[in-house]
C-alpha cells in the first residue's frame, strides 16, 4: 500500500498537477471560506463521539499484541472485534480467505462487515484495516520485529467501533444504511528492501479480495470513507489524490463538515500526492467512491509522507490522541446522520 505511493503518483501525475495548482492559486484562507458558502438546509444533529471510549478500543487491540495474520493475536483481536459488533446490534458478516503473500506465504484473512439498517437501499461504506505490519522495516531498531500498529490500523478500528455503539445505543439512527467493513491483510506488502523482485498489488489483501466478492450480491453505497492512520496527536488530513480523481465531491463534503464543526486544525486544504491505500481498489474494482482520511506529514524533512512512527516500533499507544479521533470520529458520524 503506502510504500508505493511514487507508482500511482506517476499515473495521477496529470490530474494530481491541476490540484497542485489550484492549491497554489488559493490560500489556505480562501479555500476555508469556501466552507461557508450559503447551504440553507439545516444540519441534522449527530449524536456525541465519545473518544474516551474511541481510545480505549485502540489500547485494547495493542493490548492483543502485533495483529499479524497467522497468529494468536491477530485471531484473538478479530473475535474480539466481531464480538463487539454483535453486542451492539450490528448484522455481521464474515469473509474468510486466503491469499498468498509476496514471499509466498499463505495468508488465512478475515474481512468483518457490520450493517446497520440493512434493508435500506441507501447506503454509506465506512471502512479501516484491522491488521498491523509483520516488521518495523522503517525502524533502525529491530526492524524485523512487528509494530505495535496503535495509529495504523488500531485508530481507525476503534474510530469505527465506537461509531458503532453510538448509533446501537442513539435514540435517532441514521436515515440511511451504515456499513462498516475491516479489511484484513491491508498491511503485509513487500518491503522496499526484500530482495525480491517487485510485485504489484502485494497490498491490501482485503480490500482486493472484497472488491471481487461483496459480501452482498451487486452491493451498491454511495459513497465510502476510508479511515487509516487518523489517530495521532496533531494529525493533519490533507486532500488525498486518489480520493480527489474518484471521489472530489465526497472529499468536498467531509472536509466542509470538519471544518464546519471546529476541527480545521486537522481537515486541512491542502492536496498530497495519491496513495495505494484500500480505497484504491474499492474505487477502481469495486466501482464504489471511496475516500482516504489518512494522516499527511507537512513538514517532513525527509520526504517521508506519513510522519516519523510509520512502519516503526514509534506507533504505539504513546502517540495516539483523544482530539485526533474525536475531530475524525465526529465529523464521520455528522456525514452519516446528514446523508
Not at 447551504?39 to 441534522?44: G, I, L, R, S, Y
Not at 486532500?239 to 486544525?265: C, F, I, P, Q
Request: include cysteine.
Amino acid at each position: 500500500m503506502k510504500n508505493k505511493m511514487k507508482l500511482l503518483f506517476l499515473l495521477l501525475s496529470g490530474s494530481l498537477a491541476m490540484y497542485s495548482c489550484d492549491s497554489a492559486e488559493k490560500s489556505a484562507e480562501q479555500q476555508e471560506a469556501q466552507v461557508e458558502e450559503t447551504d440553507t438546509t439545516p444540519a441534522v444533529k449527530a449524536p456525541d463521539f465519545n473518544a474516551d471510549s474511541a481510545y480505549q478500543f485502540v489500547a485494547k487491540q495493542v493490548a492483543f499484541g502485533p495483529r499479524v495474520p497467522n497468529t494468536p493475536p491477530h485471531q484473538a483481536t478479530g473475535d474480539w472485534i466481531i464480538s463487539k459488533l454483535k453486542e451492539n446490534g450490528a448484522d455481521v458478516k464474515v469473509q474468510s480467505f486466503q491469499m498468498r503473500a509476496y514471499d509466498g506465504t499463505m495468508l488465512n484473512l478475515r474481512n468483518i462487515i457490520a450493517s446497520y439498517n440493512p434493508d435500506a437501499a441507501n447506503r454509506v461504506m465506512l471502512a479501516a484495516h484491522w491488521d498491523t505490519r509483520p516488521y518495523a522495516d522503517k525502524d533502525a531498531k529491530d526492524p524485523k520485529k512487528p509494530i505495535d500498529g496503535a495509529n495504523d490500523g488500531g485508530s481507525g478500528v476503534g474510530i469505527l467501533l465506537e461509531i458503532a455503539r453510538t448509533i446501537n445505543q442513539a435514540q435517532q439512527k441514521p436515515d440511511i444504511g451504515v456499513d462498516l467493513i475491516f479489511f484484513d491483510g491491508e498491511d503485509y506488502g513487500q518491503p522496499d528492501n526484500s530482495g525480491l523482485p517487485y510485485k504489484d498489488d502485494t497490498w491490501c489483501l482485503g480490500s482486493q479480495y472484497w472488491s471481487k466478492n461483496m459480501h452482498t450480491p451487486n452491493y451498491k453505497a454511495q459513497f465510502g470513507i476510508l479511515l487509516d492512520m487518523v489517530g495521532a496527536a496533531n494529525a493533519k488530513y490533507a486532500r488525498e489524490g486518489t480520493s480527489m480523481e474518484y471521489a472530489k465531491d465526497v472529499v468536498d463534503k467531509v472536509w466542509k463538515a470538519g471544518n464546519k464543526l471546529g476541527y480545521s486544525d486537522y481537515f486541512k486544504y491542502i492536496n498530497s500526492p495519491g496513495i495505494i491505500d484500500d480505497h484504491h481498489y474499492v474505487n477502481t474494482i469495486a466501482g464504489i467512491r471511496m475516500i482516504d482520511i489518512i494522516e499527511y506529514n507537512l513538514n517532513s524533512a525527509d520526504g517521508d509522507y506519513f510522519g516519523p512512527y510509520h512502519h516503526r516500533h514509534a506507533d504505539s499507544m504513546s502517540i495516539i490522541s483523544k482530539n485526533s479521533l474525536k475531530a475524525v470520529g465526529q465529523t464521520v458520524l455528522h456525514v452519516v446522520y446528514n446523508e
